[in-house]
């Protein structure tokens, strides 16, 4: 079904997208690494000491949000965060990093669900609650960012997608990175406060409000009911 007009969602701090331009043929979801590596126990966040509560309490609202996205028509994108197996894309200071917890393991280290935020591994596949039906893109990163060094970008352009509606994990790192990278793009970015999550609440919040800051500098915010009700009245 096509998204028709009037076509803005209530958000803040202005109703999305700006220009009122919201339509199934030029917006996109992009469900940020909902991956087992985090949200499962013996994943990555779990070794870096995070409770996975909050990653995993978000599911049944991305679920719904998924599902009425697909219906209305729009298009649906996953990212996953991962490294080749030789750890070559992985920078020496990322790799120290990510080991500078009480676990000592990290990124490439053996856990539960195989090496930690590898390719391939089975930490590094998207969560069966959401996993991508026939025809979604998933865009595999070896960062924080869905832009840097992939194709995502291509693939939205030769879509024609100008609107970004963004959820997933974390919050503050891969969700926040994905949103500015989108932004100084070009993108009009709406994010979805109750579908992301983040290590510790704080951080959840800190990073929704500075997009709501200089008039939204980085895009808009909504809750999952105001995007439900946009879209079931254009669907």
């Not at 996953?80 to 030789?86: N, Q």
């Not at 089975?122 to 025809?135: F, M, R, S």
């Not at 970004?164 to 500015?180: A, F, H, N, P, W």
């Not at 929704?208 to 669907?235: H, S």
């Amino acid at each position: 079904m096509r998204i028709r007009r009037p076509q803005q969602i209530q958000a803040r701090p202005y109703s999305w997208p700006h220009d009122g331009s919201l339509d199934a043929s030029n917006t996109a979801l992009v469900v940020i690494d909902m991956q087992r590596d985090f949200c499962e126990e013996g994943g990555y966040l779990s070794h870096q000491g995070y409770d996975i509560s909050g990653t995993r309490a978000i599911i049944p609202k991305l679920h719904s949000l998924v599902h009425h996205c697909r219906s209305a028509g729009l298009f649906v994108f996953h990212t996953r965060e991962g490294h080749r197996p030789d750890l070559s894309d992985l920078p020496f200071r990322e790799l120290f990093r990510s080991r500078n917890n009480v676990s000592g393991l990290g990124i490439g280290d053996r856990g539960p669900l195989g090496r930690l935020l590898v390719r391939g591994e089975a930490g590094h596949d998207t969560i069966k609650e959401l996993y991508p039906v026939n025809g979604e893109p998933v865009i595999d990163k070896p960062g924080k960012g869905a832009f840097a060094n992939t194709d995502f970008d291509l693939l939205l352009r030769t879509k024609c997608v100008r609107n970004l509606i963004i959820c997933g994990v974390t919050t503050d790192v891969c969700v926040s990175t994905t949103m500015r990278e989108a932004n100084d793009r070009g993108y009009d970015c709406l994010i979805v406060e109750d579908c992301c999550a983040a290590s510790h609440e704080n951080l959840h919040n800190a990073a929704i409000e500075t997009v709501r800051t200089e008039g939204g500098i980085f895009g808009a915010t909504a809750k999952l009911e105001d995007v439900l009700n946009g879209l079931a009245c254009y669907a």
